[in-house]
């Protein structure tokens, strides 16, 4: 159960100043010290309960008290799940960062990951222009899907519409996460002979020689657009190429471009040069 820190202000109206008998709140200095932090903190957690209090009067609930919460990752974009939240929930999910929801069968809340340790934690919640929907914006500690997908959402309907038999088996992907998927699949494909020309990822995937040279290249000529004042369409299509052939070795590696992603978002709060500085070398 939440804590209602209003109801905790209101019961210790009119009690003595310390949690201590009134003597050694008078002579313990140290110990009347302790006492003022403890009401510091309870004062800073009435005043963040009653702002969290006025943004869920601001949310525009139905008239069964609900909202829609959808989860996101934050590294990787991908819609995770949807579901149903009250006041309560999101003043949980708020003060837990756990991505809480509120179940309309068993009416009752609910955390993500309660039984199955996937929770989701929540980094920052967001509330559209509307104020009748929220984002719930985090990392996922494994799959979200109760069939152990990595999201609920894997079906696609233009592919069940054309018959396709990948339909209801293929996550919902952003570009990136396409090309990484192609990757991926061309790696699996690497281990098995192949008669024929192979790709040109396949390639670089079984030749490191061939794939350090070529990021290497990319990245001179991605630099060569700037140097040499090139056209400006130049750039995106050169980063592209680099973008590409590095998901490759990312691959090889057996590291994801999410991997890469948390990185850069863990460095936000610091320096480039703090960042370095503590660096493993």
């Known amino acids: 159960m939440a804590l209602s820190y209003n109801a905790l202000a209101q019961s210790l109206q009119g009690r003595s100043i310390c949690f201590i008998p009134k003597a050694y709140c008078i002579r313990d200095t140290k110990l009347r010290s302790r006492s003022n932090v403890v ?3 309870i004062d800073k957690n009435i005043a963040l309960q009653a ?3 006025s943004l869920l009067d601001r949310i525009k609930w139905d008239d069964k008290g609900l909202a829609v919460a959808i989860a996101q990752n934050v590294d990787t974009g991908a819609i995770l799940m949807q579901g149903f939240i009250n006041r309560e929930a999101l003043s949980t999910t708020i003060s837990s960062r756990k991505a809480t929801f509120f179940s309309r069968s ?3 809340l609910w955390t993500k990951g309660e039984t199955s340790n996937n929770f989701i934690n929540i980094l920052d919640v967001y509330i559209d222009c509307d104020r009748d929907s929220i984002i719930y ?4 500690d494994g799959p979200t899907c109760h069939t152990g997908a990595e999201t609920c959402y894997y079906t696609s309907v233009f592919d069940q519409l054309n018959d396709d038999e990948a339909a209801g088996n293929k996550l919902a ?3 990136l996460y396409s090309l990484e998927s192609v990757i991926s699949k061309r790696k699996e494909e690497s281990t098995v002979p192949q008669e024929g020309k192979p790709s040109w990822t396949r390639r670089l995937l079984t030749d490191d020689t061939l794939l350090c040279s070529k990021i290497r290249e990319e990245a001179d000529e991605l630099c060569r657009t700037l140097e040499d004042n090139e056209e400006a369409s130049r750039t995106p299509s ?3 190429d ?3 052939h590095s998901m490759v070795l990312l691959s090889k590696r057996d590291a994801k471009f999410e991997d890469v992603l948390e990185v850069l978002r863990k460095r936000f709060s610091q320096s480039g040069i703090q960042e ?5 070398k």
């Open 39 to 41: 009401f510091a903190s």
């Open 51 to 53: 702002e969290v209090d």
């Open 106 to 108: 068993r009416s009752t």
């Open 137 to 140: 914006l985090g990392t996922p």
């Open 173 to 175: 992907l952003t570009t």
């Open 238 to 240: 050169e980063m592209a």
């Open 242 to 244: 680099l973008l590409y």
């Open 276 to 280: 370095k500085q503590n660096r493993t």
